[in-house]
């Protein structure tokens, strides 16, 4: 088992910043690849960004490029969403997912974390 505890959430007015952080235990944390989905009010989970096991490979939405910015410290067993020029549209419950396998979908994920709330205002 893997557990997940994100961290970082918050309320922000449009065009600032948020670094949500997802803290990992239970499971070797470099043997998993990594990612951020979000979820809004009545829509579905959507896929944000990936993260490979050591670091080297990342993808992003569409949506989101050029403006987040996914990372990993497998010393500290954490994965980042680094998040600029935030937009009211970006407004979600965003979750930390794990899994052996590369992670572009929500139905391939084994694990989850809670998720944490993202309010941005216009």
């Known amino acids: 088992q893997v557990q997940l505890l994100e961290s970082g959430g918050g309320l922000v007015q449009a065009g600032d910043s948020l670094r949500l952080s997802c803290a990992a235990s239970?499971?070797?944390?470099?043997?998993?690849?990594m990612a951020w989905f979000r979820q809004a009010p009545g829509k579905e989970r959507e896929f944000v960004a990936s993260?490979?096991?050591?670091?080297?490979?990342?993808y992003y939405a569409d949506s989101v490029k050029g403006r987040f910015t996914i990372s990993r410290d497998n010393g500290k067993n954490t994965v980042y969403l680094q998040m600029n020029s935030l937009k009211p549209e970006d407004t979600a419950v965003y979750y930390c997912?794990?899994?052996?396998?590369?992670?572009?979908?929500?139905?391939?994920?084994?694990?989850w974390g809670q998720g944490t709330q993202v309010t941005v205002s216009s």
């Open positions: 239970g499971r070797t944390f470099s043997n998993y690849n």
């Open positions: 993260i490979s096991r050591s670091g080297g490979w990342t």
């Open positions: 997912a794990a899994d052996s396998a590369v992670i572009t979908r929500a139905t391939t994920v084994s694990y």
